[in-house]
């Protein structure tokens, strides 16, 4: 166990649709990660926040929004879903830059 | 972001020592070289990192060249349960800026019995 939730672990919706999905980081981690796995592009890197200001920003559509809140958990926004969507969702958190933890991941389908 | 080279695939015999490469020509003073692997439906998991010197870990040794241009992850008796995706990448220092730690394609390790 990794210490770090993400819920839901599946989710599946039509598309159009708008989705939440949430990341409580381990305890004390500043930062929260979030990635998106597909079979056709591998791990992609989407947006880090640290301490609820965002740090980095990967390939993230405009579609989707993410958010730290002051208790340290994450939540990733997509909306007006495509069914290129369909993916893996990871979170990871970090405490420093030795060591990322992710989470079980969200599987997202959309239909 | 500094990128990484990694052989897609790579097979080894059970109880043998597995070599797994990694090339990061560009790769600069402040970035921490990590390494992780992803079993199948699970999230990918820390396994050893590195900046400069050589380390060794319960899991894992890293070698890493002087140039610090490559490294070796090192397994050295592969077990059925290190099948999995090896994905080397690169941390910058600093927790701020440690930031999109990009994921390549990463090698998949077949160990067979």
């Known amino acids: 166990d990794s210490g770090v939730t993400q819920t839901p672990k599946h989710l599946i919706t039509a598309t159009g649709q708008r989705v939440t999905l949430r990341c409580s980081p381990r305890s004390g981690d500043l930062s929260v990660y979030w990635y998106q796995q597909s079979l056709d592009q591998g791990l992609q890197f989407l947006i880090q926040y640290y301490n609820g200001e965002e740090r980095a920003k990967g390939n993230i559509l405009e579609r989707f929004s993410a958010q730290q809140f002051p208790d340290l958990h994450s939540e990733l926004n997509l909306s007006s879903l495509e069914l290129g969507d369909s993916a893996l969702y990871f979170c990871?958190?970090?405490?420093?830059?030795?060591?990322?933890?992710f989470g079980s991941g969200t599987q997202l389908s959309v239909l | 972001d500094a990128k990484t080279t990694q052989p897609n695939s790579m097979e080894s015999n059970e109880e043998e020592p597995v070599h797994l490469p990694c090339n990061h020509s560009t790769i600069s003073g402040t970035d921490y070289i990590h390494w992780y692997r992803q079993l199948p439906s699970q999230g990918p998991e820390y396994v050893i990192h590195g900046l400069t010197s050589n380390v060794n870990n319960r899991m894992a040794s890293l070698a890493i060249a002087e140039d610090r241009k490559s490294s070796t992850l090192i397994l050295h008796r592969a077990t059925l349960r290190d099948a999995a995706v090896y994905y080397c990448?690169?941390?910058?220092?600093?927790?701020?800026?440690?930031?999109?730690?990009?994921f390549g394609d990463g090698t998949t390790l077949t160990v067979k019995p």
């Open positions: 990448i690169l941390r910058e220092r600093g927790v701020a800026n440690a930031g999109k730690s990009t």
């Open positions: 990871a958190s970090s405490a420093s830059v030795e060591k990322l933890f």
